[in-house]
């Protein structure tokens, strides 16, 4: 039973740069979160997908964009890099509409230069 | 404004002993919390939970209390392993309109069980 599963494991861009990072859900879960987590901080929820929609937002711009397709996989996309957006990008899936909980991926290690 | 804190960066215990992490939050709409444990290159691993109508579950070694009066959790390991040594990080969700929910994270403790 495949778990959540991130790519890639690492990269590196330039400020202004365009990045996007992708998520497949554990089997069975249809609901997708992005997470960011700078050093030495706890993960910081970026935005939810359900049903293809996003459903709910933390506190990012609008540089922060995502999408998810019919097989439940998703993306993560962040437009015009800044160097405050290094950090490990982690992904997790759920089953909509259950108290089961989020289980994570391994995460992208975004590297800003 | 933090609503999920954990203020001990660290923690040691010798193996065998007890291991308690502490959680407090702010936001009484939260109605369900999580303890998840992370390796390094590793993604956060869930290790427990509990609803805010309890005030105790239990899994094995590991033990999770809440005291709503307080806004306070802990999550008990008895006896600690070398293998628990791993950063806990606690968690919170609130569970809005339409059924999304979003975790809430705690800055994490870093628990070393010496053998």
């Known amino acids: 039973d495949a778990g959540v599963t991130q790519s890639p494991t690492h990269l590196i861009k330039t400020r202004g740069q365009q990045v996007t990072l992708r998520c497949s859900p554990k089997?069975?879960?249809?609901?997708v979160s992005w997470y960011q987590q700078a050093l030495g901080q706890g993960p910081q929820f970026i935005f939810q997908?359900?049903?293809?929609?996003?459903?709910q937002r933390g506190n990012f711009p609008d540089r922060f964009s995502g999408h998810q397709f019919p097989n439940y996989s998703s993306e993560l996309n962040v437009n015009a890099l800044l160097l405050g957006d290094s950090a490990l990008y982690l992904c997790?899936?759920?089953?909509?509409?259950?108290?089961?909980?989020?289980?994570f991926g391994d995460g992208t290690r975004l590297s800003i230069l | 404004d933090q609503q999920v804190k954990q203020n001990s960066p660290s923690l040691s215990v010798q193996e065998g002993r007890i291991s308690i992490l502490n959680c407090d939050y702010t936001?009484?709409?939260?109605?369900?919390f999580l303890w998840y444990k992370k390796y390094p290159a590793e993604g956060p691993t869930f290790l427990i939970s509990?609803?805010?109508?309890?005030d105790k579950n239990e899994d094995g070694r590991f033990t999770v209390f809440l005291n709503k009066s307080a806004k306070h959790l802990s999550l008990h390991i008895v006896p600690s392993q070398p293998g628990d040594s791993a950063v806990y990080f606690c968690?919170?969700?609130?569970?809005?309109?339409?059924?999304?929910?979003?975790?809430?994270f705690g800055k994490g403790t870093k628990l070393t069980v010496n053998p």
């Open positions: 997790a899936s759920s089953l909509g509409g259950t108290d089961q909980p989020q289980h």
């Open positions: 509990i609803s805010s109508i309890k």
């Open positions: 997908y359900y049903e293809e929609e996003e459903r």
């Open positions: 936001n009484s709409m939260f109605d369900y």
């Open positions: 089997s069975g879960h249809d609901t």
């Open positions: 968690a919170a969700t609130e569970i809005y309109q339409g059924g999304s929910e979003k975790l809430v």
